[in-house]
């Protein structure tokens, strides 16, 4: 019988789910279903439009998503052939992040859900990220997650949907964060991630010496502002001797940037194992990375290496899942109405602060960086 509509419908497994991502730089949408189908996926990044300001402008993000989301629901549906009525629930990133952009995000979502008689769903981005690795591989409950994206870098147990318990948070910057410092000192442009990993290919991490905060110290929280002035210094000190930075210099620093930022996360990430295990047991439970940073392919296989020596099975979700996009809030969406399908209403408010584990104090002071931690 050829495939319709209909009967390719109800193939899938149910629920079926819209997931749209606003709250930050890229005005992302997607559907999935509870067999890991994604049945359409779009992200439109604002890259060009935050260039020439070396960063993300909250103003130029929320109008942007205001000109974009619309057309862009209208062609995912169409991609996948399906009306809003077909869907059983419409997600929305509904913290934390840019409070412009969360709220054109969050009031489609609702005007959709309402219109079509669907539940809404609030997802907490951060939560986006821990499950996406669930959306690509089975990987089961718990395991040990380290969160490294532009606004946060935490290492994490996850013990199910909704069940997180941080073991470290950074007390001052983002490994993403100084990934994009590192870019824009060196003029490498925005954003800085792939810029950084491109030149450290090029480069000799062994000519210039950085430091590795925190490494050796207890806990496993990290710091990053440190190795940030150190490569300020370094570039400056290349200027200040030759006239100039070259490209040499560049991938140089680059290389060995990455190679300290990733010498800190492992060494962070032993001590979080430990922990880790004496919560959980023996066993070889899965090491999962996500958020952007674990895009880096250094960093994954730095990562990978130390899963295989603390007898962990390494997870990363695929390169196009790892920065921000619709299908993971799609898929924390879907996992958390199917664990709760009367989950959320629409008084539901966008939260731009929304720590993971809710009943968690700041570890770390307050304001930025209690946020942060
Ligand atoms: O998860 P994400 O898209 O947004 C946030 O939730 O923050 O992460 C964006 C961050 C940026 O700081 C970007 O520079 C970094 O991820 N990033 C990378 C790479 N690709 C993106 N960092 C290192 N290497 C990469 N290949
Ligand atoms: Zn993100």
Same mark, same amino acid.
Request: aromatic letters at 6%; glycine letters at 10%; proline letters at 5%.
């Given at each position: 019988?050829?495939?319709? #509509? ?16 606003? %709250? ?11 067999? =890991?189908?994604?049945?359409?996926? /779009? *992200? ?6 935050? @260039? ?32 809003? #009525? ?23 979502? !609702? ?31 718990? +395991?040990?997650?380290?969160?490294? %994206? ?7 147990? *996850?013990?199910?949907?909704?069940? +997180? ?18 870019? !824009?000192?060196?003029?490498?442009? +925005? ?9 450290? /290919? ?9 430091? !590795? ?11 990053? %502002?440190?190795? !940030?002035?150190?490569? =300020? =210094? ?6 200040? /001797? ?17 190679? @300290? ?31 952007? *940073?674990?895009?880096?392919? +250094? ?75």
């Amino acid at each position: 019988m050829p495939a319709t #509509k209909e009967t390719g419908l109800s193939a899938l497994k149910r629920p079926l789910v819209l997931g749209i991502e606003t %709250s930050c730089d890229e005005t992302a949408a997607a559907i999935v279903a509870a067999d =890991r189908t994604v049945l359409a996926h /779009r *992200v439109l990044s604002q890259v060009d439009d935050h @260039a020439e300001f070396g960063g993300v402008v909250p103003e130029i993000a929320a109008r942007q998503h205001i000109s974009h989301l619309d057309h862009l629901l209208r062609d995912l549906m169409d991609e996948a052939d399906l009306n809003f #009525k077909d869907l059983d629930a419409i997600a929305a990133t509904t913290g934390p992040g840019l409070v412009g952009g969360l709220m054109v995000g969050v009031m489609t979502a !609702k005007a959709v859900a309402r219109a079509s008689g669907k539940p809404f769903v609030a997802v907490n981005h951060l939560e986006g990220h821990a499950l996406t690795v669930r959306l690509a591989d089975d990987v089961p409950f718990p +395991y040990l997650l380290l969160l490294v %994206s532009g606004g946060h870098c935490q290492i994490l147990m *996850v013990e199910g949907v909704g069940r +997180y318990t941080r073991l470290g948070t950074t007390i001052d910057d983002a490994a993403g964060e100084a990934f994009d410092k590192t870019a !824009k000192l060196l003029g490498l442009g +925005y954003p800085g991630g792939p810029a950084v990993e491109a030149a450290a /290919r090029e480069g000799n991490p062994k000519r210039f010496k950085l430091p !590795k905060p925190m490494v050796g110290k207890p806990g496993c929280n990290f710091s990053f %502002s440190g190795l !940030k002035t150190a490569v =300020r =210094r370094l570039a400056e000190d290349c200027v200040a /001797r030759q006239g100039v930075l070259t490209k040499k210099d560049r991938a140089d620093i680059c290389a060995a940037f990455q190679e @300290a930022l990733g010498a800190c996360l492992v060494d962070r990430l032993k001590r979080a194992t430990a922990l880790f295990r004496e919560q959980v047991g023996a066993g070889d439970h899965p090491f999962v990375v996500a958020g952007g *940073v674990a895009a880096n392919q +250094y960093l994954r296989n730095e990562l990978e290496a130390l899963a295989a020596s603390e007898g962990l099975r390494f997870f990363a979700p695929p390169l196009a899942l790892c920065t921000d996009n619709g299908a993971m809030i799609a898929w924390a969406g879907l996992e958390r109405f199917a664990a709760d399908p009367t989950i959320d209403d629409l008084d539901v408010s966008v939260r731009p602060r929304w720590p993971l584990d809710e009943n968690a104090k700041p570890m770390v002071g307050k304001g930025k960086k209690g946020a942060k931690a």
